[in-house]
């Protein structure tokens, strides 16, 4: 009986594996978990029986990619590829067939469909109320999450492809675009710029080639990436300490330079800086050092007032990284060229869209103003007009739609950054012309100041500050209009690989004393240009840039960024000033009784700015403050730090000044 209870079991266990190995046999297991193929494809993969992908690149034509539908018998053996469209080069739209929401248009684009099997038919996921939340649970960490919207505003984004060639067909064929593009309705002005009116060195053309691209999503994440390196190191404050050995300083620095570069490489790939730690292959990943520390230079320049600590750290980490001590022992430069849009539309062959004459317009920044609702919209309506002319004229195989819409708004960019950094300096000179004037002086506003008078170190009568105060305000307009210039020029004499630096102690602290050929060659070109334009200058044309008063040309760029920042609270004030007194009595009464009245506390506000702004104080001796190019900006920052000590300060913090400075991040 135990023989035959085992010869059973035996049996038992046959079978089982017999009926193991059957089921093995008839199904076919395919590696399509999360961990093999991503949750996405695998939650695709579980629903279809077939898969449609159509999909079309900026420079190549729109293909089908077929797989399980090619036929009953197919059983996943096959697949088609195919070019739906006749001819070559011919992009999908709305007028040859692709007029759904799911198809494919314009330069670039895919379409993923997914034939669904039986089970979920049965399932009841094709009621669209299942299927809306099915989806939305796939699509819920990508950027298609608009599809699954339940805004208002959705449909709008939705349906923004399908009628974007009958909407520039449209504006094309507005009634009026020519003579809009002429004329102005009620004069002669023309909209475009004439060729002669802009000087060679602030054409588009030209300015363009300083003018950094505009930063993708993609490049965006590495922006982060790079910002949290620089964030959290202490890169300078280990390799500038004062007193260590050259050799223990090159050593400092490699190790500094080496421990960002691998943590970059470690936060991309664990695996890639796990392979770095062993074999220090540094030069097989330089293309990547290279474009993440481009991409944090290039938002630098686009945005000066961010990354203000993490921007000194960086440009001083590759400052050391291509010097003649560290660049050996590296064996490549993490330096490389900032994209611009003078590059980007030159490797494409499509310089000729900076020459379109409707350049101007369509990179144009749309103000309010004191215009209109029915101005803007018109003004808006002939940008988009020029856009889509531009963008219809001058697209390539090499040069898509996006690209040049790409490019024209990264000139919107720096238009707008010009604007917003220019305004306050015009608005201030427009306070200085109409409330003063070199031939007259009205009872009690003399602007002339006295060396040893009130910390001046300067002599001048009302005449002469007067032109004094306008043409340091009209130089630093010009300094600001030519920034982006300036910046790259900075940046080159920065990073330079044959002119070093030396630590020194300036009086402020260590600090990197460099010399700055092309910084001070572009600052030379802008101070002639102003002196030509003033026609007589006052005072010292010095400018202070490698010495003990402007240590480099990161610490030259720095002051400048900070005009609009000392200009802007004092416009916020004055132009506030009227709202709060009309809108509170208790105010009105304030300034009436204690300063006289609304327009006496303005005009003595602009009075001691333009006195005690310009009289050459801020330092200890002449050199270093008096009336040179940089002392000009020394005297200005010196009345900022007095202004809690004015009698109209209270009047500032009722217009909302909190302080000239913002958070260093």
Same mark, same amino acid.
């Given at each position: 009986?135990?023989?035959?209870?085992?010869?059973?079991?035996?049996?038992?266990?046959?079978?089982?594996?017999?009926?193991?190995?059957?089921?093995?046999?008839?199904?076919?297991?395919?590696?399509?978990?999360?961990?093999?193929?991503?949750?996405?494809?695998?939650?695709?993969?579980?629903?279809?029986?077939?898969?449609?992908?159509?999909?079309?690149?900026?420079?190549?034509?729109?293909?089908?990619?077929?797989?399980?539908?090619?036929?009953?018998?197919?059983?996943?053996?096959?697949?088609?590829?195919?070019?739906?469209?006749?001819?070559?080069?011919?992009?999908?739209?709305?007028?040859?067939?692709?007029?759904?929401?799911?198809?494919?248009?314009?330069?670039?684009?895919?379409?993923?469909?997914?034939?669904?099997?039986?089970?979920?038919?049965?399932?009841?996921?094709?009621?669209?109320?299942?299927?809306?939340?099915?989806?939305?649970?796939?699509?819920?960490?990508?950027?298609?999450?608009?599809?699954?919207?339940?805004?208002?505003?959705?449909?709008?984004?939705?349906?923004?492809?399908?009628?974007?060639?009958?909407?520039?067909?449209?504006?094309?064929?507005?009634?009026?675009?020519?003579?809009?593009?002429?004329?102005?309705?009620?004069?002669?002005?023309?909209?475009?710029?004439?060729?002669?009116?802009?000087?060679?060195?602030?054409?588009?053309?030209?300015?363009?080639?300083?003018?950094?691209?505009?930063?993708? *999503?993609? =490049? &965006?994440?590495? %922006?982060?990436?790079? #910002?949290?390196? +620089?964030?959290?190191?202490?890169?300078?404050?280990?390799?500038?300490?004062?007193?260590?050995?050259?050799?223990?300083?090159?050593?400092?620095?490699?190790?500094?330079?080496?421990?960002?570069?691998?943590?970059?490489?470690?936060?991309?790939?664990?695996?890639?800086?796990?392979?770095?730690?062993?074999?220090?292959?540094?030069?097989?990943?330089?293309?990547?050092?290279?474009?993440?520390?481009?991409?944090?230079?290039?938002?630098?320049?686009?945005?000066?007032?961010?990354?203000?600590?993490?921007?000194?750290?960086?440009?001083?980490?590759?400052?050391?990284?291509?010097?003649?001590?560290?660049?050996?022992?590296?064996?490549?430069?993490?330096?490389?060229?900032?994209?611009?849009?003078?590059?980007? *539309?030159? =490797? &494409?062959?499509? %310089?000729?869209?900076? #020459?379109?004459? +409707?350049?101007?317009?369509?990179?144009?920044?749309?103000?309010?103003?004191?215009?209109?609702?029915?101005?803007?919209?018109?003004?808006?309506?002939?940008?988009?007009?020029?856009?889509?002319?531009?963008?219809?004229?001058?697209?390539?195989?090499?040069?898509?739609?996006?690209?040049?819409?790409?490019?024209?708004?990264?000139?919107?960019?720096?238009?707008?950054?010009?604007?917003?950094?220019?305004?306050?300096?015009?608005?201030?000179?427009?306070?200085?012309?109409?409330?003063?004037?070199?031939?007259?002086?009205?009872?009690?506003?003399?602007?002339?100041?006295?060396?040893?008078?009130?910390?001046?170190?300067?002599?001048?009568?009302?005449?002469?500050?007067?032109?004094?105060?306008?043409?340091? *305000?009209?130089?630093?307009?010009?300094?600001?209009?030519?920034?982006?210039?300036?910046?790259?020029?900075?940046?080159?004499?920065?990073?330079?690989?044959?002119?070093?630096?030396?630590?020194?102690?300036?009086?402020?602290?260590?600090?990197?004393?460099?010399?700055?050929?092309?910084?001070?060659?572009?600052?030379?070109?802008?101070?002639?240009?102003?002196?030509?334009?003033?026609?007589?200058?006052?005072?010292?044309?010095?400018?202070?840039?490698?010495?003990?008063?402007?240590?480099?040309?990161?610490?030259?760029?720095?002051?400048?960024?900070?005009?609009?920042?000392?200009?802007?609270?004092?416009?916020?004030?004055?132009?506030?000033?009227?709202?709060?007194?009309?809108?509170?009595?208790?105010?009105?009464?304030?300034?009436?009784?204690?300063?006289?009245?609304?327009?006496? *506390?303005?005009?003595?506000?602009?009075?001691?700015?333009?006195?005690?702004?310009?009289?050459?104080?801020?330092?200890?001796?002449?050199?270093?403050?008096?009336?040179?190019?940089?002392?000009?900006?020394?005297?200005?920052?010196?009345?900022?730090?007095?202004?809690?000590?004015?009698?109209?300060?209270?009047?500032?913090?009722?217009?909302?000044?909190?302080?000239?400075?913002?958070?260093?991040?």
């Amino acid at each position: 009986d135990d023989d035959d209870d085992d010869d059973a079991e035996e049996e038992d266990e046959t079978t089982e594996k017999m009926d193991d190995e059957t089921e093995t046999a008839n199904n076919l297991v395919l590696p399509c978990r999360e961990s093999d193929i991503g949750g996405f494809y695998s939650a695709l993969c579980s629903l279809g029986v077939g898969i449609t992908v159509g999909t079309k690149s900026k420079y190549d034509d729109y293909y089908e990619f077929e797989y399980g539908r090619c036929g009953e018998t197919s059983n996943f053996t096959h697949f088609i590829v195919k070019r739906p469209m006749g001819e070559e080069g011919q992009r999908p739209t709305v007028d040859n067939g692709f007029a759904k929401f799911s198809d494919v248009r314009g330069d670039s684009g895919t379409c993923v469909t997914v034939y669904v099997n039986d089970r979920v038919k049965e399932a009841g996921w094709l009621d669209e109320s299942v299927l809306k939340l099915v989806l939305a649970k796939l699509f819920e960490t990508s950027q298609y999450t608009v599809a699954m919207s339940s805004d208002q505003d959705a449909q709008k984004i939705i349906d923004a492809s399908k009628t974007e060639d009958q909407d520039m067909e449209q504006l094309k064929n507005q009634p009026g675009d020519d003579h809009d593009f002429q004329d102005d309705e009620q004069g002669n002005e023309p909209d475009t710029v004439p060729e002669n009116e802009h000087d060679d060195y602030n054409s588009v053309k030209e300015r363009a080639k300083y003018i950094p691209l505009r930063l993708s *999503l993609g =490049e &965006r994440k590495m %922006l982060r990436l790079v #910002e949290a390196a +620089m964030t959290c190191c202490d890169y300078t404050t280990r390799v500038d300490q004062p007193g260590m050995r050259p050799a223990r300083r090159t050593h400092a620095q490699l190790k500094g330079i080496t421990s960002i570069l691998r943590g970059l490489v470690t936060a991309c790939d664990y695996a890639a800086g796990q392979k770095l730690l062993e074999e220090d292959n540094f030069p097989d990943y330089q293309v990547f050092f290279r474009q993440m520390f481009e991409i944090a230079r290039r938002h630098k320049i686009m945005n000066p007032e961010k990354m203000r600590t993490e921007y000194g750290k960086l440009v001083y980490l590759l400052q050391d990284a291509v010097s003649p001590t560290v660049l050996p022992h590296l064996t490549f430069s993490c330096k490389g060229p900032i994209e611009t849009v003078y590059k980007f *539309l030159m =490797e &494409r062959d499509g %310089l000729a869209v900076l #020459e379109d004459k +409707m350049i101007e317009v369509a990179t144009e920044e749309i103000l309010a103003l004191k215009k209109t609702r029915a101005q803007i919209s018109k003004e808006i309506q002939r940008k988009e007009r020029a856009v889509a002319m531009i963008k219809s004229k001058y697209r390539s195989s090499k040069l898509s739609s996006e690209d040049i819409h790409l490019c024209l708004y990264s000139i919107c960019d720096n238009n707008s950054f010009l604007n917003s950094n220019r305004v306050p300096i015009d608005k201030v000179i427009d306070f200085l012309t109409h409330n003063f004037a070199p031939d007259r002086i009205d009872e009690g506003y003399s602007l002339s100041i006295s060396s040893g008078e009130n910390g001046a170190r300067l002599s001048h009568s009302h005449e002469r500050q007067y032109y004094f105060a306008l043409q340091s *305000l009209t130089l630093w307009r010009d300094i600001v209009d030519d920034m982006f210039r300036l910046w790259q020029m900075a940046e080159d004499d920065l990073l330079s690989e044959t002119v070093t630096y030396s630590s020194q102690d300036t009086g402020q602290g260590m600090q990197r004393v460099q010399q700055c050929p092309k910084t001070y060659k572009a600052m030379q070109t802008i101070l002639s240009r102003v002196q030509k334009k003033v026609n007589h200058w006052v005072g010292s044309s010095v400018i202070h840039m490698g010495d003990h008063n402007v240590p480099n040309s990161l610490s030259f760029i720095d002051k400048y960024t900070q005009v609009p920042r000392i200009l802007g609270p004092i416009v916020v004030c004055l132009e506030n000033l009227e709202r709060i007194y009309e809108k509170d009595e208790g105010i009105q009464d304030m300034v009436d009784s204690g300063y006289g009245g609304l327009d006496k *506390l303005r005009k003595d506000i602009l009075w001691d700015f333009f006195r005690s702004a310009f009289d050459g104080s801020g330092a200890d001796n002449f050199y270093d403050a008096g009336s040179c190019i940089d002392g000009r900006l020394t005297s200005a920052w010196n009345w900022c730090s007095q202004l809690p000590t004015k009698p109209f300060y209270p009047i500032f913090k009722l217009t909302g000044f909190i302080g000239f400075d913002g958070d260093f991040k």
